[in-house]
């Protein structure tokens, strides 16, 4: 988060899970953290957490260094449990990206011009056709998929900065969007950026979501583990009881912290 954002409003709480300290926001304080930074031109770098991004934290200092330069905000009930056991509170909203995302272009007070990287060519103009009929006040001004060389980064980064984006959603999955934006930060001029993830998936509607009582549920984990088991097989069988053993350790070292 910017310093500017950080010294004008009043601190963000914050939930302390191992190394990171994820934000304790609602939906509409983020609206208005975006329409801060896009009107002052501040630095706003916004990372999801998910139980997925939360375990290969805890497993990879480099990419838990990574995350901490960022803003980072809560997706799905892995996080909220995890919240739950280690602090006795959840969060105030689900702040999953792919329906974060859409709320912010719904009630922004202001147009946004968008730049969408990443994701399969087909799918990310697939993603900007579906910006453009749902939330016309906005302009997307560039898209550009994500299967590019490290060689052609200097690339990229020309082509965002051409365009003069307000907002740069990047879906190139964790860790690699994270680490692009922090890496590559001071050539882009741009204010704010999100890593979405399957954002651009679903917005192509190359991906179906979840029912809306199966989200409700927050379920939507196994709803999209059934749709793809093969390459979400690591994630959920194998990563969700190694992210509950890792969860336990840090309940145990902070009781012993606490107990002096």
């Known amino acids: 988060m910017s310093r500017r954002l950080e010294n004008d409003a009043a601190p963000i709480r914050k939930a302390e899970i191992g190394p990171l300290a994820i934000c304790r926001l609602e939906t509409a304080e983020v609206v208005r953290m975006v329409e801060t930074s896009v009107a002052d031109r501040a630095r706003l770098d916004i990372a999801i957490c998910n139980a997925h991004t939360i375990l290969t934290a ?42 974060l995302v859409p709320e912010i272009l719904a009630t922004a007070k202001i147009p946004l011009r968008l730049f969408l990287l990443g994701a399969k060519e087909e799918r990310v103009r697939e993603a900007k056709a579906h910006i453009e009929r749902t939330f016309p006040k906005h302009e997307v001004v ?59 998936d679903f917005m192509s509607g190359a991906v179906i979501r979840a029912p809306r009582l199966v989200r409700a549920a927050r379920l939507e984990w196994l709803f999209r583990f059934a749709q793809e088991p093969v390459r979400l097989f690591h994630r959920y069988v194998v990563g969700i009881p190694r992210f509950f053993v890792l969860v336990a350790k840090l309940r145990l070292a902070r009781s012993r912290k606490q107990a002096g």
Do not use: K, S, W
């Not at 997706?75 to 792919?98: H, K, M, Q």
């Not at 690699?176 to 204010?191: S, Y």
């Open 58 to 99: 805890l497993n990879d200092p480099d990419y838990a260094a990574v995350l901490q330069q960022m803003t980072l905000l809560n997706d799905g009930v892995g996080a909220d449990l995890v919240a739950r056991i280690l602090e006795g509170e959840g969060f105030p909203d689900n702040l999953n990206g792919t329906d």
């Open 142 to 200: 560039g898209v550009r998929d994500g299967y590019f060389d490290p060689h052609q980064v200097d690339l990229v980064c020309a082509e965002v900065n051409q365009a003069r984006p307000d907002m740069l959603l990047i879906a190139m999955g964790n860790p690699r969007q994270e680490q692009f934006v922090t890496a590559h930060r001071q050539r882009l001029d741009v204010p704010v950026t999100v890593g979405v993830g399957a954002l651009f």
